[in-house]
């Protein structure tokens, strides 16, 4: 069993690039009348409290969420995204932090329904008390990666697909564009958002080219560095790959990344990615 686990860094600098997307694609999916079908292929335990017993270690969230928590200057997509985290605290203070299953299963429409992957015993059981025994939702104790392409195609053709994992093993970089790639054969026209993290960044670069090379169209990067790459610190950039985005995506994180450059970066020394890869 892995070690990993997403409350290390819940509410980091990472989840609010990485959430305020995820929202921004839902919103903008669910105003279409066919039913969705949505798939998370690493759900972690779907909501984490910063005061409990959870392993939130180092605060990472007072340097992410904490920084735009009572800002009244955030752009639309930030906006969303804040406001969509105080809808689960009381007040002033910041107490929880909604996980990706949160933001999916809070855009279900009766028609819809969601598919969460988990394999860490102990999340897979917190992932299931935060679901609440929701009908539309199927907890799986599985490879997500696998696990998608017998989703896929889904009856309506239409699906969002999140892609999180922890890239604890170094093999998971070339793995995700492989289930991708593969993923994409069975669902071209579904929506794919891949996340990674910026730890050596021959890796990501990789990632990039494989993805071009594929022949997969229109895909757009977005990625949000608070300094500069330092392998020996950890991961100081993350980003997402997206596939099939909404029209309306670049545009958001056009306002949203300049943004949280200035606000999150440290010394003055934040930056990001703003890029279409392959045309549509």
């Known amino acids: 069993m892995l070690s990993y686990r997403h409350a290390f860094h819940a509410g980091n600098f990472a989840d609010v690039l990485k959430h305020s997307l995820l929202l921004h694609t839902l919103n903008y999916m669910v105003q279409k009348e066919k039913p969705l079908r949505i798939i998370d292929t690493h759900a972690g335990a779907g909501a984490y409290k910063f005061s409990g017993n959870q392993p939130i270690k180092n605060r990472e969230f007072d340097s992410g969420i904490g920084k735009l928590w009572m800002r009244d200057d955030l752009p639309p997509a930030l906006k969303d995204y804040v406001t969509f985290i105080k809808a689960f605290n009381q007040g002033d203070q910041l107490e929880y932090y909604p996980g990706s299953p949160l933001f999916m299963q809070s855009a279900l429409r009766p028609k819809d329904n969601l598919f969460l992957h988990e394999l860490h015993s102990t999340d ?64 071209s026209t579904g929506t794919f958002v891949i996340w990674y993290p910026v730890v050596l960044r021959q890796r990501i670069d990789d990632m990039q080219k494989a993805l071009v090379k594929s022949g997969i169209k229109n895909i757009q990067l977005f990625e949000l560095g608070i300094a500069p790459d330092s392998p020996e610190y950890g991961m100081n950039s993350s980003g997402l790959f997206v596939i099939n985005p909404p029209w309306t995506l670049w545009k958001a994180m056009e306002e949203a ?24």
């Open 124 to 187: 897979w059981r917190l992932l299931t008390e935060a679901i609440g025994g929701d009908k539309q939702v199927k907890i799986i104790d599985d490879d997500g990666l696998a696990g998608m392409q017998g989703l896929l195609p889904p009856p309506d053709r239409r699906g969002l697909i999140f892609i999180d994992p922890s890239y604890e093993l170094k093999n998971e970089y070339y793995d995700v564009i492989k289930q991708v790639i593969n993923a994409h054969k069975r669902f």
């Open 257 to 280: 990344l300049p943004y949280l450059a200035d606000t999150l970066g440290e010394n003055g020394e934040g930056f990001y990615r703003l890029e279409q890869l392959v045309a549509e």
